[in-house]
């Protein structure tokens, strides 16, 4: 499967190869801020366990992964859309609804790339006969986040308490009906 270029953007998914970008974009305390409370991950955890959880719902034919957002204009790299199964690392993974989730540096926040993105990549995903629905998650106060959610056509569906190595947290899920 390949995400037909937008008019800023181009993607291709990402695989081993690419732990040099994974760790650049996690560097920045800003970029975890929500995601390991500001904490920047290492070259090692990006290499014994990002790319290993990344590679297991990895499916080029499907669009699985992570999909390398660079800009067309000067073949930057700017983040990554990430597409998987809602539910994949549990015993009861939902082929149906698809979780789609974005990283971006922040240099590029603010000018529309994580939506033009994320509804790029969406629009592809929704192709797939078997796919019903794209859901997302993010922190209650990932107040950028959540504006992408609604700004690709999310509703919202609920609060709940996300736990992880953070802690309790209180998070929001947003979902888009396909069929």
Not at 23 to 33: A, I, N, T, W, Y
Not at 100 to 118: L, P, T, V
Not at 148 to 166: L, N
Request: net charge neutral; aromatic share 12%; charged share 25%.
């Amino acid at each position: 499967m390949n995400v037909p270029r937008t008019a800023r953007l181009d993607f291709k998914l990402m695989g081993e190869h690419d732990a040099p970008l994974l760790f650049e974009l996690d560097s920045d305390p800003h970029v975890m801020q929500y995601l390991s409370g500001g904490k920047v991950t290492s070259m090692q955890t990006i290499k014994e366990v990002f790319i290993p959880r990344m590679l297991a719902y990895r499916d080029e034919q499907r669009g699985w992964g992570l999909w390398q957002v660079t800009l067309l204009d000067s073949a930057a790299f700017i983040g990554w859309v990430l597409i998987r199964p809602m539910g994949f690392f549990t015993d009861k993974p939902d082929f149906t609804d698809i979780e789609i989730g974005w990283r971006f540096k922040r240099e590029s926040w603010g000018k529309g790339y994580a939506s033009e993105a994320a509804l790029a990549v969406a629009d592809t995903i929704a192709t797939e006969f078997q796919v019903r629905s794209l859901s997302a998650t993010a922190l209650k106060e990932n107040k950028g986040s959540i504006k992408v959610m609604k700004k690709i056509g999310m509703q919202f569906v609920k609060d709940y308490v996300h736990c992880d190595e953070e802690g309790e947290l209180p998070a929001v899920l947003y979902r888009k009906m396909l069929k």
